[in-house]
C-alpha cells in the first residue's frame, strides 16, 4: 500500500520526477501530477482508468499562477477569483498554447482552481509547477474524502498520500465559465449558487453526456458497486422489503441498525455533504443487496448533493 504522511518535500520530490501523489484539498483528495507534463498527466489517466475524453482539472496556488496558464481571465472570472480563491470554485479559461491537449482532452479551455488547503498550498508553494488533480479513486466511483479512502483503491498504483485530514466540504468544485457577461454552471459543486448570483446572471448548463467540456459530468458517477435506487425512502421501504438494504437517509432515522447512515441528524445540508461520500463507501462495503436514498433539499449545497446522488443512482 502507499505511504501516509505529512511530508510535503517528500511529496514534491516525487512530483518533480512525474510520480503521481495523492492530495488533500477541501473538496476531496486528488491524484495529483505535473499539469505541464504529458507522461505525468497520462499516468493520472491510467491509474484512475479515466476516459480521455474527460478533462482534468489544475490546482494553483494564486491568481498570477492562474493567469501564466490562460490566454484571457474575463473581468468577471477575475472578480469570482479574488472573491472564492482559495476555494472549492473551478473556472474554465482559455488556455494558452503550451498547455498539453491531454490535460485539456482536446477543448480550448482549461478547468483550473486555488484549493483552500494549508498542505496542498505548502506544496504549490514548494514546486515550480501547477498539478493536475482529479479526485483520487477509479473513475466512476465514489469520490475519497480521508487519505484512507485513497489508500483503499489506488494504494497500490501510487507511492504516497499526503494526508490532510477528512475534506470539510465533501464535494467537489463548482464548475463555472463566463460567457457574454453570464456565469455558466457546468457542475454543481461546493459553491452555493445563491453566493454566485450575487455576482450576475447564473445559468446552470446541462452537460454533454458523451463529451464532456468539463470534468465530472458522465450520466453515472460518484457510483457505489452497490446498486443505489433514490425517492421516498418510506415506499421504497415497503417495495424492497424483501431485499437485504441499507438506507441513507438526509435527516430521519429508519432504522437502529448499522445500516442506516444519517447524513444530518442537524437537517444541515452543509454537513449531509460533508458526509455523502464517506456514507455511501461505508453502505457500500455492507452485506446487503442495495442502498436506498432519499435526495436533500434543494437549498445550498443540496442541489450538488442531489446531483450526486442522481449520478450514482444511474443505471
Known amino acids: 500500500m502507499a505511504e501516509i504522511g505529512t511530508e510535503i518535500s517528500k511529496a514534491s520530490r516525487l512530483l518533480e520526477?512525474?510520480?503521481?501523489?495523492?492530495?488533500?484539498?477541501?473538496t476531496v483528495y486528488g491524484l495529483a501530477g505535473n499539469a505541464l507534463e504529458p507522461i505525468a498527466i497520462a499516468r493520472i489517466y491510467t491509474t484512475k482508468n479515466r476516459?480521455?475524453?474527460?478533462?482534468?482539472?489544475?490546482?494553483?496556488?494564486?491568481?498570477?499562477?492562474?493567469?501564466?496558464?490562460?490566454?484571457?481571465?474575463?473581468a468577471l472570472a477575475h472578480k469570482l477569483a479574488e472573491q472564492f480563491w482559495p476555494g472549492p470554485l473551478t473556472l474554465l479559461l482559455p488556455k494558452r498554447g503550451h498547455i498539453p491537449n491531454i490535460l485539456t482532452s482536446g477543448f480550448d479551455k482549461m478547468a483550473i482552481r486555488v484549493?483552500?488547503?494549508?498542505?496542498?498550498?505548502?506544496?504549490?508553494?514548494?514546486?515550480?509547477f501547477p498539478?493536475?488533480?482529479?479526485?483520487?479513486?477509479?473513475?466512476?466511483y465514489i469520490s475519497p474524502t480521508t487519505a484512507?479512502?485513497?489508500?483503499q483503491h489506488l494504494g497500490t498504483k501510487i507511492p504516497y498520500i499526503l494526508d490532510g485530514g477528512p475534506a470539510h466540504i465533501g464535494l467537489e468544485s463548482t464548475i463555472v465559465s463566463i460567457e457574454e457577461e453570464v456565469i455558466c454552471v457546468h457542475r454543481l459543486g461546493g459553491l452555493d449558487l445563491e453566493i454566485l448570483r450575487t455576482f450576475g446572471e447564473v445559468k446552470v448548463l446541462s452537460s454533454t453526456?458523451?463529451?464532456?467540456?468539463?470534468?465530472?459530468n458522465l450520466d453515472?458517477?460518484?457510483?457505489?458497486?452497490?446498486?443505489?435506487?433514490?425517492?421516498?425512502?418510506?415506499?421504497l421501504l415497503l417495495k424492497y422489503s424483501d431485499s437485504k438494504t441499507g438506507i441513507l437517509s438526509f435527516s430521519k432515522i429508519y432504522s437502529n441498525s448499522n445500516k442506516n447512515i444519517v447524513l444530518s441528524e442537524n437537517n444541515d445540508v452543509n454537513e449531509a455533504a460533508e458526509n455523502l461520500f464517506s456514507a455511501l463507501r461505508t453502505l457500500d462495503a455492507e452485506d446487503i443487496d442495495l442502498i436506498l436514498g432519499e435526495y436533500a433539499?434543494?437549498?445550498g449545497i443540496g442541489k450538488a448533493i442531489n446531483d450526486r446522488l442522481k449520478r450514482a443512482s444511474f443505471f
Open 297 to 299: 433539499p434543494q437549498k
Open 131 to 140: 498539478l493536475a488533480a482529479p479526485s483520487a479513486n477509479p473513475f466512476g
Open 220 to 235: 453515472s458517477h460518484y457510483a457505489p458497486k452497490k446498486k443505489i435506487i433514490i425517492g421516498n425512502l418510506d415506499e
Open 17 to 26: 520526477n512525474n510520480e503521481l501523489v495523492a492530495i488533500p484539498t477541501e
Open 51 to 74: 476516459p480521455s475524453f474527460d478533462p482534468l482539472i489544475t490546482h494553483v496556488n494564486n491568481i498570477t499562477n492562474a493567469s501564466a496558464l490562460v490566454n484571457t481571465f474575463p
Open 148 to 151: 484512507a479512502h485513497v489508500n
Open 209 to 216: 453526456k458523451s463529451n464532456p467540456e468539463a470534468p465530472g
Open 115 to 128: 484549493p483552500n488547503h494549508p498542505i496542498t498550498l505548502d506544496l504549490l508553494k514548494q514546486i515550480s
